[in-house]
T-cell receptor, first 112, second 115 residues
């Protein structure tokens, strides 16, 4: 079945850039999403990219999509301590009836 | 305020008891979802509903039941048949049913602990 993979941990220093990577297997993916989860809270939609796009930028966030390699990344510029959270990659595809396949999440720790 | 509410935030139950988790949305969304989150496991889909009075099993439906009598409400019952019910439960909704390009919006979650 479809699968979404992420590394589990990332640690960066405040002010540096963070890059969180994700790979997926479903070649019929339509949208790819990044969600942020702070401790004890629900998921907050950060950004998403349509599968026919290569890049999307939104303030400090840049999403890059390499459809050939089925690789998605989220870059956070000037990372702050408030960015410490778990980041989930998710994909939806044709025929999924709107259901999302989630990765296991990458825990980002930002050190002062 | 528009949004998705889940209650309670924390829930404690004794082993062998059924428990119902509430999820309400006032976004006029057609589709609603229940996920379970365990540490290091990501989110796994329990049940989803695309329209009132209809719902489908997700990947881990065993030991759970749902109802969708009203568009805005999608309660989840964790039954005594669920072998390991302690987890964080997340409800979500999306505007349209069965549309792969729709975005899902999440509630704040309910942490269930079975003693």
């Amino acid at each position: 079945g479809e699968d979404v993979e992420q590394s589990l941990f990332l640690s960066v220093r405040e002010g540096d850039s963070s890059v969180i990577n994700c790979t997926y297997t479903d070649s019929s993916s339509t949208y790819l999403y990044w969600y942020k989860q702070e401790p004890g809270a629900g998921l907050q939609l950060l950004t998403y990219i349509f599968s026919n796009m290569d890049m999307k930028q939104d303030q400090r966030l840049t999403v890059l999509l390499n459809k050939k390699d089925k690789h998605l990344s989220l870059r956070i510029a000037d990372t702050q301590t408030g960015d410490s959270a778990i980041y989930f990659c998710a994909e939806s595809s044709l025929g999924s009836q709107g259901n999302l396949i989630f990765g296991k999440g990458t825990k980002l720790s930002v050190k002062p | 305020d528009g949004g998705i509410t889940q209650s309670p935030k924390y829930l404690f139950r004794k082993e062998g008891q059924n428990v119902t988790l509430s999820c309400e949305q006032n976004l006029n969304h057609d589709a609603m979802y229940w996920y379970r989150q365990d540490p290091g496991q990501g989110l796994r889909l329990i049940y989803y509903s695309q329209i009132v009075n209809d719902f489908q099993k997700g990947d881990i439906a065993e030991g759970y039941s749902v109802s969708r009598e009203k568009k805005e409400s999608f309660p989840l019952t964790v039954t005594s048949a669920q072998k390991n019910p302690t987890a964080f439960y997340l409800c979500a909704s999306s505007p349209n049913a069965g549309i792969s390009t729709d975005t899902q919006y999440f509630g704040p979650g309910t942490r269930l602990t079975v003693l």
